[in-house]
């Protein structure tokens, strides 16, 4: 056999290798082999086509825009609360917000902003004049009982507030409806029975009775969320209230939360009723519910 050149290693021909060699070889030949295939495996995975974005990039993100606007009705002048998404141009159902007796606090102006997190244009009103409010049960009752009395001065001043909302260019007119808290419900339901035109009415623990109801003014659709254990609204008013509207044909759907009682869906009227002696008090339950319930009744009314 011939030598090798000077200073290289001599190669060991295959047929001179040891059985224990050879498994040797066969062993590091496996794990490189092994090595490629997780290296083409790990490269063919980062290859693949990554999920199509669908966000638009012509899409902006929300811009909330809050107007505090003054107008007039009812020969008082009115403070409101407009607020919607303003990176939306397009026309959009609007819905009113009645505040409970207490007036136009931060309260209906949280609402007014979860409304308009939803889409619409959302307008919290004042029912009482240069934005008074009430901070306690006796001014509450003073502001609220002339419309307890006279509904059509409460129909007057929700009538006022919908011209208002009217004159924004984002707000489809056809499709306008209302949400009223306590008194806000009651009044609401008063308007609706007296002829109003809005499209849908949720009252949130309201008062149910009042102004007559007539086949031939009621042509708004209510949806009626009601706290089971209220004490201001007995279940003879309910009944009472669910007899009327069965009586005309009325578009009404009533559902009762067990254990709330009044003012349910506020977070701040368990301190109130401690501080004032008034069984009220919030039920996070029943307001989620409600909530989503109203959320329901207006996908369906605004299709």
């Not at 009533?254 to 368990?270: K, L, M, Q, R």
Request: with cysteine.
């Amino acid at each position: 056999m011939a030598g090798n050149a000077a200073g290289e290693k001599p190669v060991t021909p295959i047929f001179l290798l040891t059985f224990a060699e050879i498994l040797i070889s066969m062993r590091y030949t496996k794990l490189f082999l092994g090595s490629l295939l997780i290296a083409g495996l790990f490269m063919a995975c980062n290859n693949e086509p990554k999920p199509a974005d669908n966000t638009s990039a012509a899409t902006p993100p929300p811009s909330f825009k809050e107007d505090n606007v003054t107008y007039t009705g009812d020969s008082i002048s009115m403070n409101g609360y407009i607020v919607y998404d303003d990176s939306n141009k397009n026309r959009r159902p609007a819905v009113i917000v009645v505040p409970e007796w207490w007036g136009l606090n931060d309260y209906p102006k949280m609402r007014a902003k979860k409304l308009a997190e939803l889409g619409y244009v959302a307008m919290a009103i004042d029912m009482y004049g240069d934005g008074k409010v009430a901070d306690n049960p006796d001014s509450a009752k003073k502001f609220a009982g002339p419309m307890y009395m006279n509904p059509g001065k409460a129909k007057a001043r929700i009538d006022a507030a919908i011209a208002k909302l009217k004159t924004y260019g984002v707000v489809d007119t056809t499709r306008i409806a209302a949400i009223g808290y306590c008194f806000g419900g009651g009044m609401l339901l008063n308007t609706a029975r007296l002829g109003d035109e809005l499209k849908g009415v949720v009252s949130f623990h309201g008062s149910l009775l009042g102004t007559p109801a007539r086949k031939d003014l009621l042509k708004t659709k209510l949806l009626v969320l009601h706290g089971n254990a209220d004490q201001f609204v007995s279940p003879k008013d309910v009944a009472a209230f669910k007899k009327q509207m069965d009586s005309i044909g009325a578009d009404y759907k009533f559902v009762g939360y067990d254990s709330a009682v009044h003012a349910f869906t506020n977070p701040h009227s368990t301190e109130t009723g401690l501080k004032f002696k008034m069984p009220i008090a919030y039920n996070a339950k029943a307001d989620t519910a409600s909530w989503n319930e109203m959320q329901s009744f207006f996908n369906t009314l605004f299709k």
